[in-house]
């Protein structure tokens, strides 16, 4: 297994389990010269923290980062960047039960027969924990996304069935589900809150809005940007499908309805590719729309089976987010950061 | 750029423009010793082919593959496997009238703002003619995947809004919509043919059923299988979206609903998620839908801009498919067989 | 096995055996608008080409480069360039009875326990025909090198002992082994024949020298230009070693004799380091020598075994280069600029 | 830049400033189910660390590992393991006067070119100090290779122009320089101290035989053994040269004294070759020579140019190694595990 490594230009390596010491990411390919603060990082890791709501974990993690290298007086150096977030408040306890016993949802039954060992403590490293990893390194990324003035906006667009209907970017970080609309936000909170209530979890679609990208970015066939952007978003944990523009809704247009007609070198009449041409940005805003499934862990009695395949029932007992999207948000931010400023570097090399 | 390479222990590049040469594949990693004939890649390059039924392009490609190196007495030498397909029937003619014109739903700006420079005639490299690489490579990675058991089915779920009401894989090659539904087919062919007529397009979903994987390919973290398998689809041009099991469904379903209760070691009593735990395959059927969006040369007359941004009017003449999906199964399967393969081969080294 | 693939921003991947079609490279990553003509690949090829003296294998091949893709009008398209070399003169026969015998000094034994199949025909991938495809793919390369005004020289500095007296660069392509001093040439020539009469062959030392590189080519740790050159070099079959600068004299210097005093911001007094000062070039000439062993092939009568492990004599009869120096120049030019080339896109990248 | 990623299968990559707060490995890929234990990454810190003997650096750095991740149970998860040494006798102040002046024979002027900034403390990332990180990586790789039965020795071959008459492996962790040759060792070891005297420095050859290694590693073309372990050995900074087998010595070979007549299927005449055909292993003993060069860091006064372009005089103050080669020789033998091992999970996948 090598496939904690993500990019190729700007190269990610992340480690670490739930339980296990700590976990962190290392940042090989950030141009030197770039200003970047520990606090800049801290302020994309508060936002992913747990415990920072009603409708999240009550697991206590500060999850303070501490910067090993790469960083001298207060520039990018061309080193790699090692971050590292330690583990606090990993109650290892709540697992031991869990030892042979395989949690519906999960990872543990496949990981157990991938590799016939694995650390049953919280998933170890298919935990959800493992994204604190990839929010600190998009921090980075984030900081050459921003010298191109690219803007990246993602909010939950349907948390429990219940929709938004209307788009007001300002209040995102103000509710506790990151919706865009302050009224279906309330909705959604309940409904979270309610399935929780029952000891069960629920699910929902984040959509993300990257504005300001220049044309060009990506590569023809295998490495076009929507591959490399639904690999970036398929790779989170709990995201079960990726789409574009229009996206599923393509099947039932015809080409007359779907085309985007120039209007300029610079504008189309429409966006229904959400900025994508061929695999390559079209300078109009990227639109994508993931689905997040609802919470694996959930309190209500499941059966399952144990480490001989004897049926068993579990309770899910441990301290879980009854919804995943208002935390993936952060996350997802920063798997499209970490794709954008891969390509934008490698874009630097497109022509002679 | 460098984006024309797919796989890591099983590595394809692939090369070639719609109206030059020909177009090819070099597989890097073929394990040596797996008996291969040209039979078997042509057999694949004729299920993709043009002019195969009234719903495809009357562009005439016999579209014969050469294999030029890595096969020696009928087996792999564990040497790069050179494929080479000339284009035979390419009219180039059609398109000098293209050269300063950007076609609407096409790459042909984004590329020209990338690198400044474009083969005009029928897209180049961007055009869908560049997959004939990709059936032809896949053909090779079949070998790997038969060698296991596995079974890959494609099949258009839905075109132009018509959906399927049954699923009979027998029927699937046998009509022109490669449809599982001996009736709907009918329906599609015939919606497919109103839309030629109209001078428009027509869209659909792709779903593809994925049978025997063993449990544990695919890696933790980055590396997830749906990560795998939805980069390798969404990198098939003219496809918007991906999703996995239930997919955006998972959207509206609650955790004790969604989640799948083992009832052994190797079985569950459902498959909501696709037969990928945590990004990695738990031996159930893998299942996947793609959306492949109307075709984008329409001859209706659309609106818009040359080189110079002055606004203009287009009607694309050429020989075009009316609805993409028919040919883009073969294609979708390559890719996926590409993708397990390469993963397979990876976890070789999954145990000490 | 996937180790035909050669490059970063630059990739390069080759195939072909020396019985076989043909040999051939594809180049992903050229950037876009580069003039290019086969003339020039042409041109690099012939430098190769076997047949040129009385010092090279009589074998004869046209070596005919055929692009298949990537140009466009005269120009790189900023898309893969696939170029094919047909083998013409492959007298299979000649092989048949070295089916089951592994010639001394060869990879044949070694290829067998890797592979368990192998091309015995002229050792097939294993074969020096195999550098045809690198000079191509070189040729390419050097497109970029020149941009930057880099002036690759290499030239043999010993062969079967006779070294060198003077550097007198304009003589190189005017003598039959591609010696820098005129006179030493003929002696080099005439100790080749002496060999090749006794059915035996010799060795010798290329040296390599780069000039005008600018500073700061190459990268810190594991991407060092020396370890990136060294693999380049090494990889060409009958290098078993390569040095920088003053390479293995630097084992009896002192530091003081060793480092290069700078004088300016861009002169040094000295070029011990041979143009790299931790792993980075210093913008002094680039120093480095390669040793060749003599050819394996040689017609005097040796030991070896069969399949069966059976004792057996052989006698190597084909058409063989007594000495491999002549031929190998341009290949390891074609390494080095394949290298620079690579290293220098992605030196594009370094800084915000 | 990106060149701290080492290894395609198993991969590495590191990180760390001499004076900031540590340095560290994540390592990708290791199988899982491997038993390990600080303590043997401990022990292989504790050959490389300074201050060992009167022959290396007086800085006192513990080296004391730290396991972030990765290990559970005392065996390896399949998942990354992150290692943390910290840096403690970093003495920071000595270098302050540095920062505007380019040491002769550093990295630091090519390093100041191609990144615009550079941590001048201790030569920051162009450290020496660097090279913990890969013995603490290599201390994984070796538990593959010890798997294996592989066995790696590297020992002083000359220093300061004094080599060796015997080889006794038992004696090299006996004497302060390493050598296999305790009367030597002696020689060598009066050589360093009188060199450091005088405020000079000396240079050396490392010596690196490798046994049991089962035919058929390594892969044709680009990724020979060779030319990965050529590469492996010359990105450590002070390596200038790499040779196997009779490396140099045969250029002055005719082909009927080079090659090495096989006598069995398992067995050779000779070792000319150095345990490489082709680039392939053939079961001989894999033999490797690398020349060191004098430490560049060295207190006699040179001159040298400041960040101006002025001319100045240097004399470095700090606590340097006069002789590389006994601290190299464990990073040696961590580069050679680390490709060894890469390449050995790698030919898993060689056939069907």
């Known amino acids: 297994m090598a496939g904690n490594t993500f990019g190729n230009v700007l190269k990610v390596m992340t480690f670490g389990e739930s339980h296990g010491v700590g976990l962190g990411a290392v940042i090989d390919g950030i141009p030197a010269g770039i200003k970047i603060s520990a606090r800049e990082i801290q302020h994309e890791l508060d936002r992913r923290r747990p415990g920072q709501s009603k409708v999240t974990t009550a697991r206590q993690e500060a999850d303070r980062v501490e910067i090993l290298s790469g960083i001298f007086e207060g520039k990018t150096l061309g080193t790699p960047i090692a971050l590292l977030i330690r583990n606090a408040d990993a109650k290892s306890g709540d697992y031991s039960k869990l030892k042979n016993l395989f949690r519906p949802g999960h990872a543990d039954l496949a990981w157990q027969k991938k590799f016939g060992i694995r650390d049953f403590r919280g998933g170890g490293r298919s935990s959800g924990r493992e994204t604190v990893a990839r929010v600190a390194a998009g921090a980075l990324a984030r900081k050459i996304i921003k010298a191109k003035k690219i803007k ?14 209307k788009f007001d970017p ?25 399935a929780k209530k029952a000891g069960d979890s ?6 993300i809005l990257i504005s300001n990208v220049p044309a060009g970015i990506g590569d023809p066939v295998f490495d076009k940007i929507s591959a490399k952007l639904g ?5 989170i944990g709990g995201v079960k499908g990726v789409e574009f523009g229009v996206g599923f809704a393509a099947a039932k247009l015809r080409g007359s309805e779907m085309n985007d007609e120039p209007t300029s070198l610079k504008a189309k009449r429409t966006n229904r590719g959400g900025g994508i041409s061929g695999g390559i940005t079209d300078g109009s805003e990227i639109v994508i729309r993931i689905v997040v499934r ?8 499941q059966k399952t ?14 301290r879980h987010d009854p919804c995943l999207v208002p935390r993936i948000i952060p996350v997802a931010e920063a798997m499209v950061a970490l794709t954008l400023a891969d390509l934008i570097l490698k874009s630097k090399t497109d022509r002679a």
Do not use: F, H, W
């Open 294 to 301: 609802p919470t694996a862990s959930i309190s209500i009695q």
């Open 231 to 235: 690999a970036a978003l398929l790779s």
């Open 152 to 165: 990246i906006i993602a909010y939950a667009k349907e948390i429990a069935g219940i929709g938004s209907s």
């Open 170 to 194: 300002k209040v995102i970080e103000k509710n506790s589900v990151r919706a865009a609309d302050a009224i279906a936000a309330k909705k959604m909170e309940r409904a979270i809150l309610e």
């Open 305 to 318: 089976v144990d480490n001989r395949g004897r049926s068993k029932k579990i309770r899910i007992a441990g």
């Open 202 to 207: 629920v699910g929902g679609v984040i959509e």
